[in-house]
């Protein structure tokens, strides 16, 4: 299921429609700067958490307004008489907290000097050891040390009204015998004290999983270590599977962005009409537009998704094409982008003189392709040629529901789909009319997805099968393929 959520004039964004999964695993929302990152993530937090919008968004326009939907419900806030009003329909079930990198964290409020300099002086017997979950994970993530904080407390604020109000528990550490207070910590500490305090609160309240939880991490990367938010994506992996929650970090990191998969990546493009294009799936490449990662290689070889590096890998190897040669097969998402960056490779030399660049794109994209590069005035000499398959999405839908390719789909209903059988989703999708406009066969594969996250199987397994039936079916145009990777590769 997702969340669709609708924002109208609200800072840098001026229309955007956007639906976001709530099924647990970790998702990023990434884009170049001022592309409206931060800007989605607080609205999308708005659906759980009643912010006075003013402070989060500043002035806006008279029709600025935020639409939800969700599950039958909805939720809308627009303004009327130049005040923010907040109506429903339904009740959204969804949960969870949002947490700002810098600027909106829980950690900044009522921090006046003249309160700091309170907090700094408060009574040793107001504080209280901090919960366990928080002491340890703020020592494996920060230090690979779970006992580094063992000697962490809090204190309510109800106990320190006498000083001032403020918002949620104050933490204190000890260190060689002097107590230092959450707002001398560094910024990791105080970043991220405050996710593990509202991770630990929400998992107390988990007492069913079947409700959604929905984390927003805004630009966590400024304030941590590349070898802390590693140890962090690996740590939220863990609590994600474990109470359900759909993690999503508003981030252009390389270090958290490659650590997601494309399915799960959300990229705000902004055109140069001001326009918001989001690019689902995508792919770390393309989102972060950097290559440096991959110099040294002999051979790039830029494909558009993860089913063609496949194809491409299992042909380099059955073939015996690797040699002493090193290649990278890099994913980058639809064929403009895969042309875009093969041009922007060229132009800025991202990855040296020494490496051949090379262009394997889907089947049923050629005509679109040529006509693009024409329109573009490309012209960068970069070897191209064509896979024997169009997208995933796009040959799973011709091969299981336009024309039934019977022995593809009896392979793939006795080996993966055991409970729910394929059968039983292409029924449901012809009875439901989808494949009226399913052009792509996202719909389709939506549906396929869902079936195999609930069995905890992954798109890389139906990927796998794809290429098996490839390679033993399709020869004469697999070779096609073969000859070209040949003749690039001497």
Same mark, same amino acid.
């Given at each position: 299921?997702?969340?669709?959520?609708?924002?109208?004039?609200?800072?840098?964004?001026d229309?955007?429609?956007?639906?976001?999964?709530?099924?647990?695993?970790?998702?990023?929302?990434?884009?170049?700067?001022?592309?409206?990152?931060?800007t989605?993530?607080?609205?999308?937090?708005?659906?759980?958490?009643?912010?006075t919008?003013?402070?989060?968004?500043?002035?806006?326009?008279?029709?600025?307004?935020? !639409?939800?939907?969700?599950?039958?419900?909805?939720?809308?806030?627009?303004?009327?008489?130049?005040?923010?009003?907040?109506?429903?329909?339904?009740?959204?079930?969804?949960?969870?907290?949002?947490?700002?990198?810098?600027?909106?964290?829980?950690?900044?409020?009522?921090?006046?000097?003249?309160?700091?300099?309170?907090?700094?002086?408060?009574?040793?017997?107001?504080?209280?050891?901090?919960?366990?979950?928080?002491?340890?994970?703020?020592?494996?993530?920060?230090?690979?040390?779970?006992?580094?904080?063992?000697?962490?407390?809090?204190?309510?604020?109800?106990?320190?009204?006498?000083?001032?109000?403020?918002?949620?528990?104050?933490?204190?550490?000890?260190?060689n015998?002097?107590?230092?207070?959450?707002?001398?910590?560094?910024?990791?500490?105080?970043?991220?004290?405050?996710?593990?305090?509202s991770?630990?609160?929400?998992?107390?309240?988990?007492?069913?999983?079947?409700?959604?939880?929905?984390?927003?991490?805004?630009?966590?990367?400024? =304030?941590?270590?590349?070898?802390?938010?590693?140890?962090?994506?690996?740590f939220?992996?863990?609590?994600?599977?474990?109470?359900?929650?759909?993690?999503?970090?508003?981030?252009?990191?390389?270090?958290?962005?490659?650590?997601?998969?494309?399915?799960?990546?959300?990229?705000?493009?902004?055109?140069?009409?001001?326009?918001l294009?989001?690019?689902?799936?995508?792919?770390?490449?393309?989102?972060?537009?950097?290559?440096?990662?991959?110099?040294?290689?002999?051979?790039i070889?830029?494909?558009?998704?993860?089913? =063609?590096?496949?194809?491409?890998?299992?042909?380099?190897?059955?073939n015996?094409?690797?040699?002493?040669?090193?290649?990278?097969?890099?994913?980058?998402?639809?064929?403009?982008?895969?042309?875009?960056?093969?041009?922007?490779?060229?132009?800025?030399?991202?990855?040296?003189?020494?490496?051949?660049?090379?262009?394997?794109?889907?089947?049923?994209?050629?005509?679109?392709? !040529?006509?693009?590069?024409?329109?573009?005035?490309?012209?960068?000499?970069?070897?191209?040629?064509?896979?024997?398959?169009?997208?995933?999405?796009?040959?799973?839908?011709?091969?299981?529901?336009d024309?039934?390719?019977?022995?593809?789909?009896?392979?793939?209903?006795?080996?993966?789909?055991?409970?729910?059988?394929?059968?039983?989703?292409?029924?449901?999708?012809?009875?439901?009319?989808?494949?009226?406009?399913?052009?792509?066969?996202?719909?389709?594969?939506?549906?396929?997805?869902?079936?195999?996250?609930?069995?905890?199987k992954?798109?890389?397994?139906?990927?796998?099968?794809?290429?098996?039936?490839?390679?033993?079916?399709?020869?004469?145009?697999?070779?096609?393929?073969?000859?070209?990777?040949?003749?690039?590769?001497?």
């Amino acid at each position: 299921m997702k969340l669709k959520i609708s924002i109208n004039k609200i800072k840098s964004i001026d229309n955007l429609t956007i639906e976001l999964p709530i099924d647990k695993g970790l998702y990023a929302i990434t884009g170049q700067n001022g592309a409206g990152k931060s800007t989605l993530a607080t609205c999308a937090s708005s659906v759980f958490f009643n912010m006075t919008m003013k402070d989060y968004f500043g002035e806006t326009p008279v029709d600025s307004k935020i !639409e939800f939907e969700y599950d039958g419900a909805t939720k809308t806030y627009s303004k009327e008489q130049g005040k923010w009003v907040s109506k429903k329909q339904g009740y959204i079930q969804l949960k969870g907290f949002y947490e700002g990198s810098l600027i909106y964290g829980n950690r900044f409020r009522n921090t006046s000097f003249e309160n700091l300099r309170k907090l700094d002086k408060i009574s040793h017997s107001l504080l209280k050891t901090s919960p366990e979950f928080i002491r340890e994970n703020l020592g494996l993530i920060l230090h690979n040390n779970k006992n580094f904080y063992q000697k962490l407390f809090s204190v309510n604020p109800g106990s320190i009204r006498h000083i001032g109000n403020f918002y949620g528990d104050i933490f204190y550490y000890e260190i060689n015998g002097k107590i230092v207070s959450q707002f001398h910590m560094s910024t990791g500490e105080n970043l991220l004290i405050s996710i593990l305090n509202s991770l630990n609160i929400r998992n107390s309240d988990r007492t069913t999983l079947s409700t959604p939880c929905i984390l927003l991490l805004d630009e966590i990367e400024l =304030a941590l270590h590349p070898s802390s938010l590693k140890r962090l994506v690996v740590f939220l992996k863990d609590i994600s599977n474990k109470f359900n929650y759909a993690v999503y970090f508003s981030t252009h990191s390389l270090e958290l962005i490659s650590s997601i998969k494309p399915d799960n990546i959300y990229f705000l493009d902004r055109h140069s009409d001001h326009s918001l294009e989001v690019i689902n799936p995508c792919y770390p490449a393309y989102a972060t537009r950097m290559l440096y990662d991959h110099t040294g290689y002999d051979y790039i070889i830029l494909v558009e998704d993860d089913l =063609a590096r496949e194809i491409i890998r299992r042909l380099l190897k059955q073939n015996a094409l690797w040699g002493n040669k090193l290649i990278y097969i890099l994913p980058c998402g639809g064929f403009s982008n895969v042309i875009d960056l093969a041009q922007e490779v060229i132009s800025s030399n991202l990855v040296g003189k020494t490496a051949n660049i090379n262009i394997i794109l889907d089947a049923d994209v050629k005509t679109q392709a !040529e006509s693009y590069i024409a329109n573009n005035g490309i012209s960068n000499n970069i070897p191209l040629n064509y896979l024997p398959i169009e997208s995933l999405e796009k040959y799973l839908k011709a091969k299981l529901f336009d024309i039934v390719d019977h022995k593809l789909f009896r392979h793939l209903n006795d080996f993966v789909f055991h409970q729910v059988s394929l059968n039983q989703i292409i029924d449901d999708y012809r009875s439901s009319n989808e494949h009226i406009k399913d052009n792509n066969g996202k719909k389709l594969y939506e549906r396929i997805d869902k079936e195999l996250r609930a069995r905890n199987k992954n798109r890389s397994e139906i990927v796998e099968m794809i290429v098996e039936y490839l390679t033993a079916n399709d020869k004469q145009n697999v070779d096609k393929i073969i000859d070209f990777l040949k003749k690039q590769l001497q």
